[in-house]
C-alpha cells in the first residue's frame, strides 16, 4: 500500500504493509528489515508500541482515525519498552529518516486509501508507482469507516 502525506505532497511509503493478523501484529517488524518490497508497516486499532528484539531505530507516525498526524517520533530506538499516543488509531513505523526527508510532521494529513488517481500520483512524483493494493480485512473496515 502507498502511503501520502496529502499536506507535503510527499510519500512516506511506496509499499507499506498492514499488520492484520495477530502473528503479524505480535512480531510487527521483529526480524524482518526495511526494503524495496516492504517499507513501512501499518497497525490500526493501535496507539502503542515497543521496540523490544529489534535491531535497529525506526521513524513512527501515530494518525488519529481520520488519518491526521497526531505525533511523529523520529529514530526511535531499539528495546524500548513503551512509546505510546493517547488518541491514535494508526501507527505507522518507517526507516530512520523518512520523517525528515518527507518532512512529516504533526497535524499533517495521510492517505492510507490510495484514493487519489495514479494520474495525480504521477504528477507528484513523475514516475509511475506500484499498484496500490489492501488486504480483505482491512479495506471493509476502511470502507464501513468512511461511509460514516
Known amino acids: 500500500m502507498v502511503i501520502l502525506n496529502l499536506t507535503r505532497q510527499s510519500v512516506p511509503a511506496r509499499n507499506a504493509r498492514y499488520a492484520s493478523s495477530f502473528g503479524a501484529r505480535l512480531s510487527g517488524l521483529i526480524g524482518k528489515r526495511f526494503s524495496s518490497a516492504m517499507d513501512g508497516m501499518v497497525f490500526d486499532r493501535?496507539?502503542?508500541?515497543?521496540?523490544?528484539?529489534?535491531?535497529?531505530?525506526?521513524?513512527?507516525?501515530?494518525?488519529?482515525?481520520?488519518?491526521?498526524?497526531l505525533k511523529t517520533v523520529p529514530a526511535f530506538p531499539p528495546w524500548r519498552p513503551f512509546l505510546a499516543c493517547k488518541n491514535a488509531f494508526y501507527v505507522i513505523e518507517l526507516p530512520t529518516g523518512t520523517l525528515e526527508s518527507t518532512a512529516t510532521a504533526v497535524d499533517d494529513q495521510l492517505d492510507l486509501t490510495g484514493a487519489l488517481s495514479p494520474e495525480t500520483l504521477k504528477q507528484w512524483l513523475g514516475k509511475k508507482l506500484p499498484k496500490v493494493t489492501r488486504p480483505e480485512t482491512c479495506s471493509a473496515e476502511i470502507d464501513k469507516r468512511s461511509q460514516l
Open 46 to 69: 493501535c496507539n502503542a508500541i515497543h521496540t523490544f528484539f529489534m535491531r535497529y531505530p525506526i521513524d513512527v507516525i501515530f494518525a488519529d482515525e481520520k488519518y491526521r498526524v
